[in-house]
């Protein structure tokens, strides 16, 4: 029980970073990441965090929503990070 209360006292003071395609690289290949996060942060800035440059990222969808790099991201949020698509 004890260790329930843990995650879950955790869970609420971090963001789900749910990491797409080759951007998985920047991560060690994971497809999650849990960022530790005390007060509310940009999209952008939490995506630099982790270590994933912006440029190669193409969108980012927070809780299932499309957004901009600008928007405030809040503990016990999930971030989608999709990479830039190429191609012909």
Same mark, same amino acid.
């Given at each position: 029980?004890?260790?329930?209360?843990?995650?879950?006292?955790?869970?609420?003071?971090?963001?789900?970073?749910?990491?797409?395609?080759?951007?998985?690289?920047?991560?060690?290949?994971?497809?999650?990441?849990?960022?530790?996060?005390? #007060?509310?942060?940009?999209?952008?800035?939490?995506?630099?965090?982790?270590?994933?440059?912006?440029?190669?990222?193409?969108?980012?969808?927070?809780?299932?929503?499309?957004?901009?790099?600008?928007?405030?991201? #809040?503990?016990?949020?999930?971030?989608?990070?999709?990479?830039?698509?190429?191609?012909?």
């Amino acid at each position: 029980m004890r260790r329930w209360r843990g995650s879950l006292v955790y869970m609420k003071s971090s963001v789900t970073l749910k990491v797409h395609g080759h951007l998985r690289w920047y991560i060690q290949q994971r497809k999650r990441l849990l960022v530790d996060l005390r #007060c509310p942060k940009t999209a952008g800035e939490i995506v630099e965090r982790a270590g994933i440059p912006g440029s190669e990222v193409g969108a980012l969808r927070l809780n299932g929503r499309k957004i901009d790099t600008d928007k405030l991201v #809040c503990p016990g949020d999930v971030l989608d990070v999709i990479p830039v698509l190429a191609g012909g």
